[in-house]
DNA sequence: CTGTTAGCGCATTCAA
DNA sequence: TTGAATGCGCTAACAG
């Protein structure tokens, strides 16, 4: 039978407040009566349970997820993914809410946060553009004792309490690796298209990318990155200009979104043969990986981040620690044999 | 605020313990009061708090794991997180037993499934070799009201209520398209490596391998598999013999375990410049990978699916449903740039 | 068949 | 500075 705060006040000779006072920091109590209460607690192994503490106090966490707007598929399942949580969240003593703000717009993203009450709020998730103005709103936050989350891309600069995402770096080693590989000795140029280097995410999978292409596959230039704000348009244009200009292109890496103006671009060029690895599985881009047009998809699983950042705010909210493999985001590889 | 059993109950006009009754759907109530609690339930959209439900109860989930032992590094592995499991039982409110049992050995599976006392326990997972004898044990439990899950591989001719292992078809496709693609067109023949065609899991892997070969790289050619019951010295050797009488072998496929052995036969064929793919990263795979002796490994997360099968169960016992998403094992593809 | 009552483990008034 | 008493939402004796 696991020790009660009941036997923790036996055992120390004082009540059950003065307990649940040393348990829960709360001042008022003796230096005595602490040390007497805490060495009952270690003598007996005593752990709280967290479920009971939770019922007993009426516990909710206020959660605010911070996302950006607009026609990007990943960002549209992402806010999905935040809105399935918040249909859970009773269950979990959650109360979610979701501030769209628009694409690109770090003064937006700045805004929202400090207009955020810290003292109502227990966490806050934000999709972040790694810039000066963002850093600071954030770093107020956490001044204020409220724990931040970066989802998707991160902030290095931050004092951020954890970033929920995948290992970004990796994730363009692992593109280099299979476009070098998959172009089997064939030499030419590889064009990577990005949406914004003032991502964190995008710049992260350019460098790694770019240094595994260097390293490993010599036979293989480099053109790019062009960047084009993650507009569909846009990545149709840079493609097919590209195309056109350049006959020496024999892949494309699209570390950024706007796939659909990618898959245009591509079907006036079926013949040329060319390697093309993107990122994120949506309704478009699976059809392309089905039908060959694309030939590897890398992927972040956004409803893993999510109940990652909810588990994590809920944990340093309450101080409490958690497991680091659940909260691992991995950088999945789908080829169109295993896309589920 | 969410209605609580007193709500119901005043709703309803009737007691608590009434309200308790038909919610547990417990018997002696009339089935005019039932309707009367459900239709109260209903009009004030009532959600049962279950952490507070387990706190009444005191509720602990005993649950059984049967395991293989032996030197196999991915079941150590396997082991390795059920005990982690265990470690965090309390907070869980699990009770977690470890049985292992002789590898390749169905019927040992069967006595350790037939010895377990169903009042006794609220859930077993299990590692199954696809036999009569297996399967029918497993359908006793469930005959017997314990939920089972398949760990790792499944076993399709059971009611087993679920199984917590990737689609090892697909992992199996997965190989053959990287295999294929890495060959770059090169005809030859790919050697496969399997355990036991009696698991499950390596049977289906067998069976997606073949089946994308044929269809999409009909330069390559298969060879075996043969089975070596996942003892590394076997695959040593299978794996030497058939590198030296066979000079067409391009690439080889390990669906099973035994890569130390693998390892140790490609070690003195470094010329031949051989694909090779295998599956689970262990301290000897990983190695392999970083070296350039494997070209792919492919993985399941055993904590992950451990974790899985923990919230499988209970939820079954409980009689609630799950999130899909999250039960979702994925298959790792992992090349040197991705390994974590 | 139904209701009363006393907890589960913990937090929190309100007095002392 | 400390303690007694009450309640969170639910379950489970025990009566009636």
Redesign the pocket.
């Known amino acids: ?9 036996a055992e120390a ?9 040393v ?2 920091g ?5 230096r ?3 040390s007497k209460v805490e060495s009952a607690v270690l003598r007996l192994g ?5 479920t ?7 516990r909710v966490y206020p959660l605010v997820f911070i996302v950006p707007g607009g026609p990007n598929s990943f960002m549209q399942n992402l806010t999905a993914e935040i809105a399935a949580a918040a249909q859970r969240s009773t269950a979990e003593r959650t109360s979610i809410r979701i501030e769209t703000v628009p694409p690109f717009d770090p003064a937006a993203i700045a805004k929202a946060l400090d207009a955020i009450d810290p003292k109502a709020v227990s966490g806050v998730a934000l999709v972040a553009t790694d810039t000066a103005d963002v850093t600071e709103a954030v770093d107020r936050l956490i001044d204020h004792g409220v724990p931040v989350a970066t989802l998707v891309s991160d902030l290095p600069g931050s004092r951020r309490t954890h970033f929920c995402g995948i290992d970004n770096i990796a994730a363009g080693r692992t593109a280099a690796g299979l476009i070098g590989r998959f172009c089997s000795g064939r030499p030419g140029t590889v064009l990577v298209v990005a949406g914004s280097m003032k991502l964190t995410d995008h710049a992260e999978r350019a460098s790694g990318f770019a240094a595994v292409l260097e390293a490993e596959f010599p036979e293989l230039a480099i053109a790019g990155p062009v960047e084009t704000n993650d507009d569909a348009d846009k990545v149709r244009q840079s493609v097919e200009k590209a195309l056109a200009t350049n006959p020496e292109i024999v892949g494309i890496y699209n570390l950024g979104a706007g796939n659909r103006g990618l898959i245009e671009a591509l079907s006036k060029h079926r013949d040329r043969k060319l390697i093309v690895v993107a990122h994120e599985v949506t309704q478009h881009s699976r059809q392309a990986l089905a039908d060959g047009v694309f030939d590897a998809l890398i992927n972040q699983d956004c409803g893993h981040e999510v109940r990652s950042a909810i588990r994590v705010l809920k944990a340093r909210a309450d101080g409490l620690d958690l497991l680091n493999a659940q909260e691992r985001i991995r950088i999945d590889v789908f080829l169109k044999d295993n896309l589920p």
């Open positions: 039978m696991r020790p009660t705060v009941h036997d923790i006040a000779g004082v009540s059950l407040a003065t307990v649940d006072r348990l829960n709360r001042p008022g109590v003796r005595q009566t602490v005593y752990v709280r349970d967290v009971a503490a939770n019922l007993a106090r009426r």
